[in-house]
Protein backbone atom coordinates (compact mmCIF):
# COMPACT_ATOMS: atom_id res chain seq x y z
CA UNK A 1 0.00 0.00 0.00
CA UNK A 2 2.86 2.42 0.81
CA UNK A 3 4.34 1.41 -2.29
CA UNK A 4 1.35 2.31 -4.32
CA UNK A 5 1.07 5.72 -2.50
CA UNK A 6 4.68 6.55 -3.47
CA UNK A 7 3.77 5.48 -7.37
CA UNK A 8 0.56 7.51 -7.37
CA UNK A 9 2.08 10.93 -6.08
CA UNK A 10 4.94 10.62 -8.52
CA UNK A 11 2.65 10.32 -11.44
CA UNK A 12 0.46 13.16 -9.64
CA UNK A 13 3.64 15.38 -9.81
CA UNK A 14 3.63 14.73 -13.82
CA UNK A 15 -0.13 15.48 -13.95
CA UNK A 16 -0.88 18.76 -15.90
CA UNK A 17 -4.72 19.67 -15.26
CA UNK A 18 -5.91 21.83 -17.91
CA UNK A 19 -9.41 23.91 -18.42
CA UNK A 20 -11.77 22.45 -20.31
CA UNK A 21 -12.35 23.83 -24.08
CA UNK A 22 -15.82 23.99 -25.94
CA UNK A 23 -15.54 23.60 -29.85
CA UNK A 24 -18.87 25.09 -31.50
CA UNK A 25 -19.80 25.04 -35.20
CA UNK A 26 -22.98 24.47 -37.05
CA UNK A 27 -24.29 21.06 -37.81
CA UNK A 28 -23.52 18.96 -40.95
CA UNK A 29 -26.32 19.57 -43.61
CA UNK A 30 -27.15 16.37 -45.01
CA UNK A 31 -29.23 17.93 -47.99
CA UNK A 32 -27.22 20.80 -49.49
CA UNK A 33 -30.99 21.62 -51.59
CA UNK A 34 -32.37 22.30 -48.39
CA UNK A 35 -29.55 24.57 -47.62
CA UNK A 36 -29.25 26.04 -50.76
CA UNK A 37 -32.30 28.50 -50.81
CA UNK A 38 -30.77 29.71 -46.53
CA UNK A 39 -28.11 31.93 -45.24
CA UNK A 40 -27.31 32.23 -41.88
CA UNK A 41 -25.48 35.15 -40.68
CA UNK A 42 -22.41 35.04 -38.44
CA UNK A 43 -23.36 34.28 -34.63
CA UNK A 44 -19.89 36.01 -33.45
CA UNK A 45 -21.23 39.26 -35.98
CA UNK A 46 -24.40 38.75 -34.12
CA UNK A 47 -22.63 38.90 -30.71
CA UNK A 48 -20.57 41.88 -31.30
CA UNK A 49 -23.42 43.97 -32.73
CA UNK A 50 -26.05 42.72 -30.29
CA UNK A 51 -27.05 46.44 -29.16
CA UNK A 52 -28.33 47.85 -32.60
CA UNK A 53 -31.68 46.77 -34.18
CA UNK A 54 -32.80 44.04 -36.38
CA UNK A 55 -33.33 46.74 -39.03
CA UNK A 56 -29.66 48.46 -39.20
CA UNK A 57 -28.06 44.44 -39.16
CA UNK A 58 -30.09 44.41 -42.23
CA UNK A 59 -29.33 47.28 -43.56
CA UNK A 60 -25.52 46.71 -43.16
CA UNK A 61 -25.04 42.90 -43.75
CA UNK A 62 -27.53 41.53 -45.60
CA UNK A 63 -29.10 41.55 -49.46
CA UNK A 64 -32.22 42.96 -47.63
CA UNK A 65 -33.38 46.34 -48.03
CA UNK A 66 -34.91 48.36 -44.94
CA UNK A 67 -36.85 51.90 -45.40
CA UNK A 68 -36.19 53.33 -42.21
CA UNK A 69 -37.88 56.66 -40.99
CA UNK A 70 -35.32 57.37 -39.08
CA UNK A 71 -34.31 56.69 -35.69
CA UNK A 72 -37.40 56.06 -33.85
CA UNK A 73 -39.42 55.88 -36.50
CA UNK A 74 -40.82 52.22 -38.87
CA UNK A 75 -38.63 50.01 -40.19
CA UNK A 76 -39.82 47.65 -42.91
CA UNK A 77 -38.14 45.21 -44.94
CA UNK A 78 -38.12 44.40 -48.80
CA UNK A 79 -36.92 41.34 -49.80
CA UNK A 80 -36.11 40.81 -53.65
CA UNK A 81 -37.98 43.76 -55.03
CA UNK A 82 -41.13 43.13 -53.01
CA UNK A 83 -42.78 45.29 -50.18
CA UNK A 84 -42.53 44.85 -46.28
CA UNK A 85 -45.95 42.66 -46.04
CA UNK A 86 -44.44 39.98 -48.55
CA UNK A 87 -41.51 39.59 -45.83
CA UNK A 88 -42.22 36.69 -43.62
CA UNK A 89 -40.63 36.96 -40.22
CA UNK A 90 -40.36 33.99 -38.04
CA UNK A 91 -39.41 33.48 -34.17
CA UNK A 92 -38.59 29.63 -33.44
CA UNK A 93 -41.10 28.82 -35.84
CA UNK A 94 -43.68 31.09 -35.21
CA UNK A 95 -44.65 33.84 -37.52
CA UNK A 96 -44.92 37.11 -36.19
CA UNK A 97 -46.43 39.59 -38.94
CA UNK A 98 -48.97 41.44 -37.50
CA UNK A 99 -52.37 40.15 -38.60
CA UNK A 100 -53.37 44.19 -38.65
CA UNK A 101 -50.74 45.48 -41.22
CA UNK A 102 -49.52 42.20 -42.63
CA UNK A 103 -45.37 43.42 -41.84
CA UNK A 104 -42.98 43.44 -39.21
CA UNK A 105 -41.42 47.01 -38.07
CA UNK A 106 -37.65 45.85 -37.65
CA UNK A 107 -36.75 48.63 -35.55
CA UNK A 108 -38.68 47.29 -32.50
CA UNK A 109 -36.49 43.69 -32.54
CA UNK A 110 -33.41 44.08 -30.81
CA UNK A 111 -30.47 41.75 -31.88
CA UNK A 112 -29.93 41.29 -28.35
CA UNK A 113 -33.09 39.26 -28.07
CA UNK A 114 -31.68 36.47 -30.17
CA UNK A 115 -28.99 34.30 -30.76
CA UNK A 116 -29.47 33.20 -34.31
CA UNK A 117 -30.36 34.68 -37.78
CA UNK A 118 -31.36 33.26 -41.33
CA UNK A 119 -32.32 34.64 -44.34
CA UNK A 120 -34.46 32.44 -46.48
CA UNK A 121 -36.17 32.93 -49.95
CA UNK A 122 -37.66 31.12 -52.77
CA UNK A 123 -38.45 27.46 -52.22
CA UNK A 124 -36.75 27.78 -48.31
CA UNK A 125 -40.40 29.88 -47.12
CA UNK A 126 -42.37 26.79 -48.48
CA UNK A 127 -43.56 26.36 -44.92
CA UNK A 128 -45.47 28.76 -44.65
CA UNK A 129 -47.34 31.00 -46.39
CA UNK A 130 -46.75 35.16 -46.88
CA UNK A 131 -43.15 34.46 -47.88
CA UNK A 132 -43.45 35.56 -51.66
CA UNK A 133 -40.10 37.87 -51.28
CA UNK A 134 -38.29 36.08 -48.56
CA UNK A 135 -38.62 35.12 -44.82
CA UNK A 136 -36.33 36.74 -41.75
CA UNK A 137 -35.79 33.44 -39.50
CA UNK A 138 -34.91 34.90 -35.68
CA UNK A 139 -34.09 31.70 -33.04
CA UNK A 140 -33.03 31.24 -29.54
CA UNK A 141 -30.57 29.10 -28.60
CA UNK A 142 -29.23 27.91 -25.28
CA UNK A 143 -26.44 26.28 -23.81
CA UNK A 144 -26.50 23.30 -21.06
CA UNK A 145 -24.09 22.83 -17.98
CA UNK A 146 -22.21 26.69 -18.41
CA UNK A 147 -22.84 27.32 -14.90
CA UNK A 148 -23.54 31.15 -13.92
CA UNK A 149 -24.85 33.42 -16.66
CA UNK A 150 -23.85 37.65 -16.32
CA UNK A 151 -23.12 39.69 -19.09
CA UNK A 152 -23.99 43.98 -19.05
CA UNK A 153 -24.08 46.25 -21.95
CA UNK A 154 -23.83 50.04 -21.11
CA UNK A 155 -23.93 52.32 -24.45
CA UNK A 156 -24.29 56.19 -24.76
CA UNK A 157 -23.91 57.97 -28.00
CA UNK A 158 -24.96 61.44 -29.56
CA UNK A 159 -28.55 63.25 -29.05
CA UNK A 160 -28.51 61.95 -25.64
CA UNK A 161 -28.87 58.38 -26.45
CA UNK A 162 -28.52 55.38 -24.06
CA UNK A 163 -29.01 51.70 -24.13
CA UNK A 164 -29.13 49.61 -20.94
CA UNK A 165 -28.71 45.77 -21.63
CA UNK A 166 -28.44 42.87 -19.58
CA UNK A 167 -28.69 38.39 -19.09
CA UNK A 168 -28.49 37.06 -16.32
CA UNK A 169 -29.27 33.14 -15.38
CA UNK A 170 -27.95 30.04 -14.51
CA UNK A 171 -26.98 26.87 -16.94
CA UNK A 172 -27.10 23.51 -14.98
CA UNK A 173 -26.61 19.71 -16.58
CA UNK A 174 -30.18 19.41 -17.41
CA UNK A 175 -31.68 23.09 -16.40
CA UNK A 176 -31.41 26.43 -17.95
CA UNK A 177 -33.11 29.78 -16.21
CA UNK A 178 -32.11 32.79 -18.02
CA UNK A 179 -33.80 36.52 -18.49
CA UNK A 180 -32.87 39.19 -20.95
CA UNK A 181 -33.92 42.80 -19.88
CA UNK A 182 -32.98 46.19 -22.02
CA UNK A 183 -34.06 49.57 -21.95
CA UNK A 184 -32.88 52.39 -24.91
CA UNK A 185 -34.16 56.14 -25.16
CA UNK A 186 -33.25 58.96 -27.10
CA UNK A 187 -33.82 62.62 -27.62
CA UNK A 188 -33.59 61.98 -31.25
CA UNK A 189 -32.50 66.05 -31.73
CA UNK A 190 -30.07 65.56 -34.34
CA UNK A 191 -29.66 68.95 -36.67
CA UNK A 192 -30.54 68.61 -40.83
CA UNK A 193 -31.01 70.27 -43.33
CA UNK A 194 -34.54 70.91 -44.05
CA UNK A 195 -35.12 71.05 -47.75
CA UNK A 196 -39.22 71.15 -47.52
CA UNK A 197 -38.90 74.78 -47.08
CA UNK A 198 -37.81 78.09 -48.97
CA UNK A 199 -35.07 79.33 -48.59
CA UNK A 200 -33.41 76.07 -46.77
CA UNK A 201 -32.63 76.12 -43.47
CA UNK A 202 -30.58 73.70 -40.90
CA UNK A 203 -32.55 73.22 -38.07
CA UNK A 204 -33.37 70.70 -34.92
CA UNK A 205 -35.91 67.62 -35.04
CA UNK A 206 -38.16 68.41 -32.59
CA UNK A 207 -40.95 65.75 -31.09
CA UNK A 208 -38.53 63.05 -31.68
CA UNK A 209 -37.99 60.96 -28.63
CA UNK A 210 -38.31 57.71 -27.81
CA UNK A 211 -38.09 54.60 -25.22
CA UNK A 212 -37.87 51.17 -26.07
CA UNK A 213 -37.86 48.84 -23.37
CA UNK A 214 -38.42 44.75 -22.87
CA UNK A 215 -37.55 41.57 -21.16
CA UNK A 216 -37.66 38.31 -22.28
CA UNK A 217 -36.96 34.98 -19.37
CA UNK A 218 -36.64 31.67 -20.75
CA UNK A 219 -36.76 28.08 -19.03
CA UNK A 220 -35.55 24.48 -20.52
CA UNK A 221 -35.13 21.59 -19.01
CA UNK A 222 -33.90 18.40 -21.04
CA UNK A 223 -34.37 14.73 -19.93
CA UNK A 224 -33.84 11.33 -21.15
CA UNK A 225 -34.68 12.34 -25.21
CA UNK A 226 -36.98 14.78 -24.47
CA UNK A 227 -36.37 18.68 -24.14
CA UNK A 228 -39.36 21.34 -22.77
CA UNK A 229 -38.71 25.29 -23.56
CA UNK A 230 -40.45 28.11 -22.17
CA UNK A 231 -39.82 31.53 -23.43
CA UNK A 232 -42.11 35.19 -22.80
CA UNK A 233 -40.64 37.78 -25.17
CA UNK A 234 -42.34 41.45 -23.92
CA UNK A 235 -41.28 44.72 -25.21
CA UNK A 236 -42.79 48.27 -25.13
CA UNK A 237 -42.13 51.09 -27.21
CA UNK A 238 -43.25 54.82 -26.45
CA UNK A 239 -42.23 57.18 -29.57
CA UNK A 240 -43.10 60.72 -30.49
CA UNK A 241 -43.40 61.14 -34.54
CA UNK A 242 -41.75 64.40 -35.69
CA UNK A 243 -42.87 66.39 -38.56
CA UNK A 244 -42.24 65.95 -42.23
CA UNK A 245 -40.09 68.94 -43.15
CA UNK A 246 -42.75 71.15 -45.17
CA UNK A 247 -44.74 70.83 -42.09
CA UNK A 248 -41.83 71.52 -38.98
CA UNK A 249 -43.84 75.29 -38.65
CA UNK A 250 -46.42 72.96 -37.28
CA UNK A 251 -44.46 71.45 -34.36
CA UNK A 252 -45.75 72.86 -31.92
CA UNK A 253 -49.36 72.92 -32.37
CA UNK A 254 -49.25 69.36 -33.06
CA UNK A 255 -49.12 66.32 -30.65
CA UNK A 256 -48.65 63.06 -32.87
CA UNK A 257 -46.74 59.85 -30.69
CA UNK A 258 -47.13 55.95 -31.08
CA UNK A 259 -47.67 53.54 -28.25
CA UNK A 260 -47.09 49.96 -28.78
CA UNK A 261 -46.70 46.83 -27.02
CA UNK A 262 -46.63 43.11 -27.59
CA UNK A 263 -46.21 39.64 -25.43
CA UNK A 264 -45.24 36.83 -27.31
CA UNK A 265 -45.01 33.67 -25.33
CA UNK A 266 -44.63 29.84 -26.36
CA UNK A 267 -44.18 26.57 -24.92
CA UNK A 268 -42.56 23.60 -26.83
CA UNK A 269 -41.79 19.69 -26.15
CA UNK A 270 -39.17 18.07 -28.46
CA UNK A 271 -38.72 14.24 -28.19
CA UNK A 272 -35.58 12.21 -30.40
CA UNK A 273 -35.84 8.72 -31.55
CA UNK A 274 -33.15 7.13 -33.04
CA UNK A 275 -34.33 8.26 -36.62
CA UNK A 276 -36.29 10.91 -35.86
CA UNK A 277 -38.17 13.54 -33.56
CA UNK A 278 -41.42 14.93 -32.90
CA UNK A 279 -42.14 18.43 -31.60
CA UNK A 280 -45.34 19.93 -30.28
CA UNK A 281 -45.33 23.54 -29.89
CA UNK A 282 -48.08 26.24 -28.81
CA UNK A 283 -48.01 30.00 -29.16
CA UNK A 284 -50.10 33.19 -27.50
CA UNK A 285 -49.13 36.31 -28.73
CA UNK A 286 -50.75 39.51 -27.76
CA UNK A 287 -49.56 42.94 -29.57
CA UNK A 288 -51.50 46.09 -28.78
CA UNK A 289 -51.08 49.66 -31.53
CA UNK A 290 -52.38 52.77 -29.88
CA UNK A 291 -51.81 55.90 -32.55
CA UNK A 292 -52.70 59.07 -31.38
CA UNK A 293 -52.49 63.26 -33.21
CA UNK A 294 -53.91 66.07 -32.49
CA UNK A 295 -53.33 69.69 -33.66
CA UNK A 296 -54.28 73.16 -33.02
CA UNK A 297 -54.66 76.62 -34.20
CA UNK A 298 -52.67 78.97 -32.77
CA UNK A 299 -54.79 80.15 -29.96
CA UNK A 300 -55.35 76.67 -29.00
CA UNK A 301 -58.25 75.22 -30.77
CA UNK A 302 -58.38 71.50 -31.72
CA UNK A 303 -58.62 71.18 -35.41
CA UNK A 304 -57.96 67.41 -35.80
CA UNK A 305 -58.12 64.87 -33.59
CA UNK A 306 -57.13 60.83 -34.87
CA UNK A 307 -56.88 58.19 -32.40
CA UNK A 308 -56.22 54.77 -33.81
CA UNK A 309 -56.64 51.60 -30.81
CA UNK A 310 -56.05 48.14 -32.37
CA UNK A 311 -55.87 44.89 -29.94
CA UNK A 312 -54.61 41.37 -31.78
CA UNK A 313 -54.96 37.99 -30.09
CA UNK A 314 -53.05 35.42 -31.97
CA UNK A 315 -53.14 31.47 -31.13
CA UNK A 316 -50.20 28.88 -33.43
CA UNK A 317 -50.36 25.21 -32.67
CA UNK A 318 -48.19 23.11 -34.49
CA UNK A 319 -46.75 19.38 -34.83
CA UNK A 320 -44.19 18.62 -36.53
CA UNK A 321 -42.43 15.78 -37.48
CA UNK A 322 -39.24 14.37 -38.97
CA UNK A 323 -38.50 10.99 -40.08
CA UNK A 324 -35.58 9.13 -41.80
CA UNK A 325 -37.07 6.72 -44.41
CA UNK A 326 -34.17 5.17 -46.47
CA UNK A 327 -30.65 5.88 -46.87
CA UNK A 328 -30.26 9.77 -47.37
CA UNK A 329 -34.26 10.23 -47.82
CA UNK A 330 -36.23 11.91 -45.03
CA UNK A 331 -39.72 13.32 -44.68
CA UNK A 332 -41.13 16.42 -42.64
CA UNK A 333 -44.41 17.01 -41.91
CA UNK A 334 -46.34 19.69 -40.29
CA UNK A 335 -49.55 20.54 -39.04
CA UNK A 336 -50.38 24.19 -38.11
CA UNK A 337 -53.60 25.74 -37.07
CA UNK A 338 -53.65 29.70 -36.56
CA UNK A 339 -55.78 31.99 -35.10
CA UNK A 340 -56.24 35.55 -35.28
CA UNK A 341 -58.63 37.88 -33.72
CA UNK A 342 -58.35 42.31 -34.05
CA UNK A 343 -60.29 44.18 -32.00
CA UNK A 344 -60.20 47.91 -33.61
CA UNK A 345 -62.03 51.05 -33.37
CA UNK A 346 -60.92 51.47 -37.05
CA UNK A 347 -62.81 48.22 -38.55
CA UNK A 348 -65.82 48.09 -40.36
CA UNK A 349 -67.22 44.41 -39.18
CA UNK A 350 -70.34 43.93 -38.19
CA UNK A 351 -69.26 42.11 -35.24
CA UNK A 352 -68.51 45.09 -32.51
CA UNK A 353 -65.78 46.31 -34.76
CA UNK A 354 -63.90 42.79 -34.63
CA UNK A 355 -62.40 40.74 -37.19
CA UNK A 356 -60.77 36.95 -37.10
CA UNK A 357 -59.78 34.64 -39.40
CA UNK A 358 -58.70 30.89 -38.91
CA UNK A 359 -55.58 29.13 -40.72
CA UNK A 360 -55.17 25.41 -40.93
CA UNK A 361 -51.97 24.12 -42.94
CA UNK A 362 -51.07 20.95 -43.77
CA UNK A 363 -47.17 20.79 -45.50
CA UNK A 364 -44.77 17.73 -46.24
CA UNK A 365 -40.79 17.96 -47.15
CA UNK A 366 -39.41 15.27 -48.56
CA UNK A 367 -35.51 15.75 -49.26
CA UNK A 368 -32.65 13.01 -49.94
CA UNK A 369 -29.96 12.55 -52.77
CA UNK A 370 -31.03 11.31 -56.26
CA UNK A 371 -27.04 10.31 -56.82
CA UNK A 372 -24.38 11.53 -54.71
CA UNK A 373 -23.48 14.84 -55.98
CA UNK A 374 -27.25 15.53 -56.64
CA UNK A 375 -29.67 16.68 -53.45
CA UNK A 376 -33.12 16.88 -54.15
CA UNK A 377 -36.07 18.67 -52.37
CA UNK A 378 -39.71 18.53 -52.46
CA UNK A 379 -42.60 20.29 -50.49
CA UNK A 380 -45.81 20.69 -50.42
CA UNK A 381 -48.89 22.55 -48.86
CA UNK A 382 -52.68 22.81 -48.67
CA UNK A 383 -54.57 25.79 -46.49
CA UNK A 384 -57.61 26.62 -45.63
CA UNK A 385 -58.59 29.91 -44.63
CA UNK A 386 -61.97 30.25 -42.35
CA UNK A 387 -62.46 26.59 -43.93
CA UNK A 388 -62.11 27.75 -47.78
CA UNK A 389 -59.25 25.92 -49.36
CA UNK A 390 -56.54 28.23 -50.35
CA UNK A 391 -55.05 25.93 -52.84
CA UNK A 392 -51.98 23.61 -53.22
CA UNK A 393 -48.72 24.92 -53.46
CA UNK A 394 -45.40 22.99 -54.44
CA UNK A 395 -41.89 23.78 -54.04
CA UNK A 396 -38.60 21.68 -56.01
CA UNK A 397 -34.99 22.34 -55.26
CA UNK A 398 -31.91 20.59 -56.63
CA UNK A 399 -28.53 21.23 -55.80
CA UNK A 400 -25.29 19.51 -57.29
CA UNK A 401 -22.24 19.36 -55.81
CA UNK A 402 -19.50 19.75 -58.29
CA UNK A 403 -17.56 16.96 -58.52
CA UNK A 404 -14.95 18.33 -60.48
CA UNK A 405 -14.30 21.56 -57.91
CA UNK A 406 -14.44 20.94 -54.87
CA UNK A 407 -16.60 23.49 -52.64
CA UNK A 408 -18.59 24.36 -55.64
CA UNK A 409 -22.57 24.08 -55.53
CA UNK A 410 -24.90 24.99 -58.50
CA UNK A 411 -28.60 25.45 -57.36
CA UNK A 412 -31.68 26.06 -58.65
CA UNK A 413 -35.39 26.24 -57.70
CA UNK A 414 -39.20 26.78 -58.30
CA UNK A 415 -41.67 27.64 -55.35
CA UNK A 416 -45.16 28.44 -55.52
CA UNK A 417 -46.68 30.54 -52.69
CA UNK A 418 -49.49 32.96 -51.29
CA UNK A 419 -49.96 35.68 -49.01
CA UNK A 420 -53.96 36.52 -47.65
CA UNK A 421 -54.72 40.70 -47.25
CA UNK A 422 -54.12 41.65 -43.98
CA UNK A 423 -57.30 42.20 -41.51
CA UNK A 424 -56.99 45.97 -41.91
CA UNK A 425 -56.69 45.51 -46.07
CA UNK A 426 -60.63 44.00 -45.83
CA UNK A 427 -61.70 45.74 -42.84
CA UNK A 428 -60.33 49.20 -42.11
CA UNK A 429 -62.99 52.37 -42.15
CA UNK A 430 -62.90 53.95 -44.62
CA UNK A 431 -61.21 52.32 -47.36
CA UNK A 432 -61.35 48.27 -46.27
CA UNK A 433 -61.98 45.93 -49.44
CA UNK A 434 -63.55 42.72 -48.38
CA UNK A 435 -63.90 41.27 -51.20
CA UNK A 436 -59.95 41.11 -52.07
CA UNK A 437 -58.35 38.08 -53.53
CA UNK A 438 -54.88 36.48 -52.14
CA UNK A 439 -51.70 37.44 -53.54
CA UNK A 440 -50.45 34.74 -56.04
CA UNK A 441 -46.38 34.41 -56.37
CA UNK A 442 -44.38 31.91 -58.32
CA UNK A 443 -40.93 32.30 -58.69
CA UNK A 444 -37.97 30.48 -60.20
CA UNK A 445 -34.56 30.85 -58.69
CA UNK A 446 -30.98 29.90 -58.60
CA UNK A 447 -27.79 30.02 -57.54
CA UNK A 448 -23.91 29.04 -57.78
CA UNK A 449 -22.29 28.65 -54.69
CA UNK A 450 -18.09 28.50 -53.51
CA UNK A 451 -16.79 28.16 -50.69
CA UNK A 452 -13.36 26.33 -49.87
CA UNK A 453 -10.66 27.16 -47.04
CA UNK A 454 -6.89 27.03 -48.41
CA UNK A 455 -4.61 27.04 -45.04
CA UNK A 456 -5.17 30.26 -43.09
CA UNK A 457 -7.24 31.56 -46.16
CA UNK A 458 -11.22 30.75 -46.31
CA UNK A 459 -13.39 32.10 -48.86
CA UNK A 460 -17.33 31.87 -49.34
CA UNK A 461 -19.49 33.21 -52.54
CA UNK A 462 -22.84 33.09 -53.86
CA UNK A 463 -23.69 34.67 -57.07
CA UNK A 464 -27.67 34.03 -57.83
CA UNK A 465 -30.54 35.34 -59.88
CA UNK A 466 -34.65 35.37 -59.39
CA UNK A 467 -37.57 35.91 -61.43
CA UNK A 468 -40.85 36.11 -60.14
CA UNK A 469 -44.60 36.79 -60.99
CA UNK A 470 -46.63 37.95 -58.39
CA UNK A 471 -50.35 38.06 -59.28
CA UNK A 472 -53.32 40.03 -57.96
CA UNK A 473 -50.74 42.46 -56.16
CA UNK A 474 -52.47 44.19 -53.54
CA UNK A 475 -51.91 47.91 -53.61
CA UNK A 476 -53.81 50.87 -51.95
CA UNK A 477 -54.78 53.86 -54.32
CA UNK A 478 -56.41 56.59 -54.48
CA UNK A 479 -60.43 55.78 -54.65
CA UNK A 480 -62.70 58.41 -56.10
CA UNK A 481 -64.41 58.70 -52.28
CA UNK A 482 -60.99 60.68 -51.73
CA UNK A 483 -59.97 58.10 -49.38
CA UNK A 484 -57.41 55.28 -50.32
CA UNK A 485 -58.50 51.61 -50.80
CA UNK A 486 -56.89 48.03 -51.27
CA UNK A 487 -56.97 46.63 -54.62
CA UNK A 488 -55.79 43.54 -56.55
CA UNK A 489 -54.32 45.99 -58.95
CA UNK A 490 -52.23 44.05 -61.44
CA UNK A 491 -49.78 41.26 -61.72
CA UNK A 492 -46.15 42.32 -60.69
CA UNK A 493 -42.97 40.99 -62.15
CA UNK A 494 -39.88 41.26 -60.03
CA UNK A 495 -36.48 39.70 -60.83
CA UNK A 496 -32.93 40.65 -60.47
CA UNK A 497 -29.47 39.28 -58.94
CA UNK A 498 -27.38 39.12 -55.79
CA UNK A 499 -24.06 38.67 -55.32
CA UNK A 500 -22.71 37.86 -51.72
CA UNK A 501 -19.05 37.25 -51.26
CA UNK A 502 -17.10 36.41 -47.27
CA UNK A 503 -13.33 36.00 -46.75
CA UNK A 504 -11.15 35.57 -43.89
CA UNK A 505 -7.54 35.17 -43.50
CA UNK A 506 -5.51 35.15 -40.07
CA UNK A 507 -1.67 34.76 -39.44
CA UNK A 508 0.20 34.75 -36.41
CA UNK A 509 -1.96 37.49 -34.17
CA UNK A 510 -3.93 39.10 -36.87
CA UNK A 511 -7.42 38.54 -38.66
CA UNK A 512 -8.81 40.04 -41.57
CA UNK A 513 -12.16 39.20 -42.57
CA UNK A 514 -13.93 41.30 -45.63
CA UNK A 515 -17.63 40.43 -46.87
CA UNK A 516 -20.55 42.38 -48.57
CA UNK A 517 -23.85 42.20 -50.74
CA UNK A 518 -24.67 43.67 -53.82
CA UNK A 519 -28.60 43.47 -54.98
CA UNK A 520 -30.05 44.78 -58.45
CA UNK A 521 -34.09 44.38 -57.80
CA UNK A 522 -36.06 45.24 -60.61
CA UNK A 523 -39.83 45.13 -59.76
CA UNK A 524 -42.39 46.74 -62.11
CA UNK A 525 -46.38 46.67 -62.80
CA UNK A 526 -46.66 43.81 -65.81
CA UNK A 527 -48.54 46.54 -67.65
CA UNK A 528 -46.66 49.47 -67.47
CA UNK A 529 -43.32 48.46 -67.28
CA UNK A 530 -42.52 51.10 -64.09
CA UNK A 531 -40.48 50.55 -61.21
CA UNK A 532 -42.50 50.42 -58.10
CA UNK A 533 -42.19 52.91 -55.74
CA UNK A 534 -39.78 52.63 -52.93
CA UNK A 535 -37.54 49.94 -54.40
CA UNK A 536 -33.67 50.90 -55.31
CA UNK A 537 -32.59 49.07 -58.20
CA UNK A 538 -29.43 48.87 -56.47
CA UNK A 539 -28.49 48.54 -53.19
CA UNK A 540 -25.08 46.87 -51.70
CA UNK A 541 -23.42 47.30 -48.05
CA UNK A 542 -19.82 45.86 -47.64
CA UNK A 543 -17.85 45.65 -44.08
CA UNK A 544 -14.33 45.03 -43.28
CA UNK A 545 -12.50 44.01 -39.80
CA UNK A 546 -8.69 44.08 -38.48
CA UNK A 547 -8.18 42.14 -35.01
CA UNK A 548 -4.41 42.28 -33.15
CA UNK A 549 -4.96 40.42 -30.38
CA UNK A 550 -7.62 42.34 -27.75
CA UNK A 551 -7.85 45.04 -30.51
CA UNK A 552 -10.21 45.26 -33.21
CA UNK A 553 -11.21 48.01 -36.21
CA UNK A 554 -13.80 47.47 -38.43
CA UNK A 555 -15.24 49.31 -41.12
CA UNK A 556 -19.23 49.34 -42.78
CA UNK A 557 -20.35 51.14 -45.80
CA UNK A 558 -23.93 51.25 -47.00
CA UNK A 559 -25.29 52.27 -51.02
CA UNK A 560 -29.26 52.88 -51.39
CA UNK A 561 -29.84 53.75 -55.01
CA UNK A 562 -32.55 55.95 -56.27
CA UNK A 563 -36.12 55.28 -55.34
CA UNK A 564 -39.47 56.66 -57.23
CA UNK A 565 -41.70 58.27 -54.41
CA UNK A 566 -45.34 58.73 -56.40
CA UNK A 567 -47.78 56.30 -58.08
CA UNK A 568 -47.76 57.73 -61.49
CA UNK A 569 -44.50 57.52 -63.95
CA UNK A 570 -43.39 60.96 -64.19
CA UNK A 571 -39.49 61.01 -62.68
CA UNK A 572 -39.95 64.80 -61.47
CA UNK A 573 -38.10 66.43 -59.02
CA UNK A 574 -40.27 65.73 -56.04
CA UNK A 575 -41.06 61.90 -57.19
CA UNK A 576 -37.85 60.82 -57.06
CA UNK A 577 -35.00 60.23 -53.86
CA UNK A 578 -31.42 60.54 -54.76
CA UNK A 579 -29.00 57.66 -53.81
CA UNK A 580 -26.76 57.96 -50.84
CA UNK A 581 -23.51 56.21 -49.68
CA UNK A 582 -22.90 55.83 -45.72
CA UNK A 583 -19.39 55.23 -43.90
CA UNK A 584 -19.20 53.57 -40.63
CA UNK A 585 -16.21 52.89 -38.40
CA UNK A 586 -15.73 51.45 -35.19
CA UNK A 587 -12.60 50.68 -32.92
CA UNK A 588 -12.18 48.65 -29.76
CA UNK A 589 -10.17 46.75 -26.91
CA UNK A 590 -11.38 43.84 -24.66
CA UNK A 591 -9.58 43.99 -21.56
CA UNK A 592 -10.05 40.66 -19.95
CA UNK A 593 -13.53 40.39 -18.81
CA UNK A 594 -14.63 43.70 -19.89
CA UNK A 595 -15.13 45.29 -24.06
CA UNK A 596 -14.50 48.87 -24.88
CA UNK A 597 -15.84 50.19 -28.45
CA UNK A 598 -15.92 53.50 -29.58
CA UNK A 599 -18.26 54.23 -33.13
CA UNK A 600 -18.69 57.22 -35.25
CA UNK A 601 -21.71 56.22 -37.49
CA UNK A 602 -21.98 58.69 -41.04
CA UNK A 603 -18.33 59.38 -40.95
CA UNK A 604 -18.75 62.02 -44.03
CA UNK A 605 -21.79 63.72 -42.50
CA UNK A 606 -23.97 62.68 -45.48
CA UNK A 607 -27.29 64.83 -46.03
CA UNK A 608 -29.47 62.03 -47.53
CA UNK A 609 -33.30 60.71 -46.76
CA UNK A 610 -34.43 57.49 -46.79
CA UNK A 611 -38.06 58.28 -46.94
CA UNK A 612 -39.77 61.51 -48.50
CA UNK A 613 -38.85 64.51 -46.69
CA UNK A 614 -38.26 62.38 -43.63
CA UNK A 615 -35.28 64.15 -41.45
CA UNK A 616 -31.99 61.46 -41.07
CA UNK A 617 -28.88 62.16 -38.88
CA UNK A 618 -25.62 63.11 -39.87
CA UNK A 619 -22.25 62.25 -38.07
CA UNK A 620 -22.97 60.68 -34.56
CA UNK A 621 -20.87 58.76 -32.19
CA UNK A 622 -21.22 56.49 -29.73
CA UNK A 623 -19.43 54.43 -26.78
CA UNK A 624 -20.38 51.13 -25.23
CA UNK A 625 -18.81 49.07 -22.50
CA UNK A 626 -19.54 45.80 -22.23
CA UNK A 627 -18.96 43.29 -19.10
CA UNK A 628 -19.52 39.41 -19.23
CA UNK A 629 -18.50 36.94 -16.55
Known amino acids: MLFLLVSFAALAQDTIVLQSVEVNAA????????????????????????????????????????????????????????????????????????????????????????????????????????????????????????????????????????????????????????????????????????????????????????????????????FRNSLITIVSWNQWSDRNCPQIMPNVGNSDRTKEYTENGYSRNFISYKTYWESGKIELKSAYFYEKQHYFLNTFTTIGTPVTTIESLNDANVLHQIVDVYQDLYKSWKINAKVQWDYEQVESNNYDNTDNQNADRHVLSLYAALTGKLLKPIDLRFTLRNDWVDWNSAGVFPTATMSYSCIYLKGLKINAGYSHNYRNPSLNDLYWNPGGNKDLKPENGRTVDGNIMYERKFGRFSIESTMGAYYSEVKDWIQWVPSPWRYWRPENVATVVAYGTELHLKMNYF????????????????????????????????????????????????YTMEYTGRRKTQLDTEEVLAGRLNPYTLHHLAMGKQIRKLTVEFRINNITNVDYQAVLYRAMPGRSYEVSLNYKL
Open 507 to 554: ISDWNFSVSGNYVYSHTTNKEDGFQLMYIPLHHANAYAEAKWRTWYLN
Open 27 to 222: AIRQNQAEAAMERKMDTALLKRLNTITMSQLLIQHSPVFIKTYGPGGVATASFRGTTASHTLVLWNGFPINAPTLGQVDFSTIPVFMTEQVALKWGSGTSANSGGLGGAVNIENTQHFGEGWILDLKQTYGSFNTFGSYITAGYSWASHLLRVKAYRTSSDNDFEYNNIGVIPHQVMKQKNGEFVDYGVMPEYQWR
